[in-house]
């Protein structure tokens, strides 16, 4: 099965499903550039490596690439519900990514 074949049906899923339309556009941009960086276009060519590849390759923040690999793995999660795929590689995939902690007020700038 072609990956455009799969994203049209699981999309639609979604779709009937409640999602939001910004949250399906969201996951059809970046799995398009995933797949599209990669030259993929079956659901049998997507593998941990190219994943990891895809990570590699793209040249934003942590913040940014994290967003993007949960996306991934939601797309992919839903191949893997469909039967496309028979095992969840992507499952063991992380990225750690520090937090901003913000910095608490002063006592002077709370006594203003």
Do not use: C
Not at 60 to 66: F, I
Not at 100 to 112: L, M, R, S, T
Request: aromatic share 12%.
């Amino acid at each position: 099965m072609t990956i455009e074949q799969a994203l049209s049906i699981i999309f639609r899923q979604m779709e009937i499903t409640g999602r939001r339309p910004r949250t399906i556009e969201s996951y059809d941009y970046i799995f398009n550039d995933f797949t599209g960086q990669l030259r993929l276009e079956y659901v049998d060519e997507i593998t941990a490596d190219s994943i990891y590849d895809y990570l590699a390759a793209i040249d934003v923040a942590p913040s940014t690439k994290l967003i993007r690999l949960k996306a991934i793995k939601a797309v992919l999660s839903r191949f893997f519900d469909n039967r496309w795929k028979t095992n969840k590689f992507w499952s063991p995939i992380q990225l750690t990514v520090d937090k901003h902690v913000k910095q608490g007020a002063d006592e002077n700038v709370i006594e203003v």
